[in-house]
């Protein structure tokens, strides 16, 4: 096996030249150590799903969401300000290096969740830390969200028969321009904080530990928008974005819709985890602004000053659907009416939405490239996102959106303890 030199950090200890089987030094040391406290604490634009109460989990105490639980950060934690995801090959030589690997990002994320002072490694070593965020490092409710994608159960590592029941590669839906380069991967690395510096500083320590054991496939950037003025933030159409979800407060709504199936439907391992689809979609946003207003609230089917559906007054107010049958005032054709007609026989169709607004400049023709990260979290990707996008096949808005990348991904259960690593109940 070639031995590629890399840097690494063993837990929060220092920094030091290993060779690819060494991710983790001494790995029993670090998942003892390294937490430094860290147990403290579709191509739908805007898929509506059944109204509920708004996102509430608990805020995080200092900056801090808790890394230790059933579940892993990042799923039901509410949406911070800044975001990346990275879609990484694995590269790992056998399973046992990529036990290794899962182990080592489970160390980086629990350390850089939970913050403290990088070691000193004297001032003939590399530092031990970029610096990217100061001397001291500031949790800034960064959390870390790995899952893993369908190409990771081949032939390399023995995983076939533990691949989860419902995974597979994202397929080409109608009105898609995927470009396979920005599709798909092994890993998926969410990664999300309330500033973009603690993004990247956390990108970069993550991806030096575990270099030679993955590389990145393809990366982009997200942010939220602040409330204007108030609600729900807005996408850059201009519609406020993810008014309504599940309500993550219902243990049981829960269960049904977002983490993995217990009825054995589903290898034991899974239990605690829960599908994970990214759609990469560009907005044509010259052509839109370009639209009349009226156009645009028919088409999404709410106003876009308050947010309300085109039969209420507020934001949160329930679509009338039952008095409004021939769509007078809000279009049969419409994004939310066609996303979500809550009818019985589509409620088990409803899913976790967490959207980020990106910004990738101009294009080669010289026109703006930006439009939305749609991320979700569903027990079921059949079930529920591949039915709602069946469902938005040919809407009007297909004229000024063109999804591109993203894939589909198994988020994994939490790390329990301090003993235990993300992957650990699918490798063992």
Not at 220 to 249: E, H, Q, V, W, Y
């Amino acid at each position: 096996m070639t031995q590629n030199r890399n840097a690494s950090t063993d837990g929060n200890g220092p920094t030091r030249m290993v060779g690819r089987r060494g991710f983790l030094g001494a790995v029993g040391a670090s998942l003892g150590t390294a937490a430094l406290g860290a147990g403290i604490g579709a191509a739908a634009v805007h898929a509506d799903a059944a109204p509920s109460a708004a996102d509430s989990s608990a805020a995080p105490t200092g900056g801090r969401f808790a890394f230790y639980g059933e579940h892993q950060q990042g799923v039901l934690t509410p949406p911070q300000a800044a975001a990346a995801f990275l879609a990484l090959d694995v590269t790992a030589a056998d399973r046992a290096e990529l036990s290794e690997l899962f182990q080592a990002i489970t160390s980086r994320a629990r350390f850089l969740a939970a913050g403290g002072a990088p070691p000193s490694v004297g001032i003939t070593a590399p530092p031990s830390d970029s610096g990217v965020v100061g001397p001291d490092i500031s949790p800034d409710g960064l959390t870390v969200t790995l899952s893993v994608g369908a190409s990771l159960f081949d032939d390399r590592y023995g995983l076939a028969d533990r691949k989860p029941a419902r995974l597979m590669t994202m397929p080409d839906f109608p009105n898609d321009a995927l470009r396979r380069d920005m599709c798909d991967g092994d890993l998926l690395l969410q990664l999300r904080a309330d500033h973009a510096d603690t993004v990247i500083h956390a990108m970069r320590d993550i991806t030096r530990a575990t270099r030679g054991g993955m590389a990145v496939r393809w990366r982009t950037d997200g942010f939220i928008s602040p409330p204007r003025p108030t609600g729900t933030p807005r996408n850059l159409m201009g519609f406020k974005d993810g008014t309504a979800n599940p309500n993550i407060n219902d243990p049981a709504e829960m269960a049904r819709l977002v983490w993995a199936a217990t009825d054995g439907s589903e290898p034991a391992w899974t239990a605690g985890g829960s599908y994970h689809v990214v759609r990469l979609i560009r907005m044509l946003v010259e052509f839109w602004d370009r639209v009349s207003l009226r156009e645009q609230e028919n088409m999404i089917g709410r106003s876009r000053g308050v947010g309300a559906p085109l039969t209420g007054v507020n934001e949160t107010d329930t679509p009338d659907y039952l008095n409004d049958p021939n769509g007078d005032a809000i279009p049969t054709g419409a994004h939310i009416r066609l996303a979500n007609p809550r009818t019985p026989a589509t409620d088990s169709s409803r899913l976790l939405r967490r959207g980020y607004n990106y910004n990738a400049g101009t294009d080669t023709n010289g026109q703006l490239d930006m439009g939305l990260i749609f991320t979700t979290f569903n027990q079921d990707i059949k079930r529920q996102f591949a039915a709602v996008q069946q469902r938005l096949v040919d809407e009007a808005l297909t004229d000024y959106i063109s999804p591109f990348g993203g894939g589909y991904y198994f988020a994994l259960p939490g790390a329990r303890d301090s003993n235990d690593w993300l992957g650990r109940t699918l490798m063992n």
